[in-house]
């Protein structure tokens, strides 16, 4: 936990942006959209937004580390 209490921007990134593969691997395939979504009617927007959202996601982590660290 002493990244909590010295914050840095790039490893809040890397968990981000590493829940997008588990995202993509574990839980699509398993509620029946495919590998990364390849069987969504529009696949290529489905994955930026998930993209995008596991960095807001990744801003989340690092704000509220620097909020309380």
């Not at 829940?19 to 069987?39: E, S, Y």
């Amino acid at each position: 936990m002493q990244w909590a209490h010295g914050p840095t921007f790039l490893p809040a990134l890397i968990v981000g942006l590493v829940t997008v593969g588990a995202g993509w691997f574990i839980l699509q395939p398993g509620m029946g959209v495919g590998v990364a979504c390849n069987k969504a009617p529009q696949p290529t927007v489905a994955r930026l937004q998930n993209v995008v959202g596991h960095i807001i996601f990744a801003i989340g982590m690092y704000g509220a580390a620097r909020l309380v660290g």
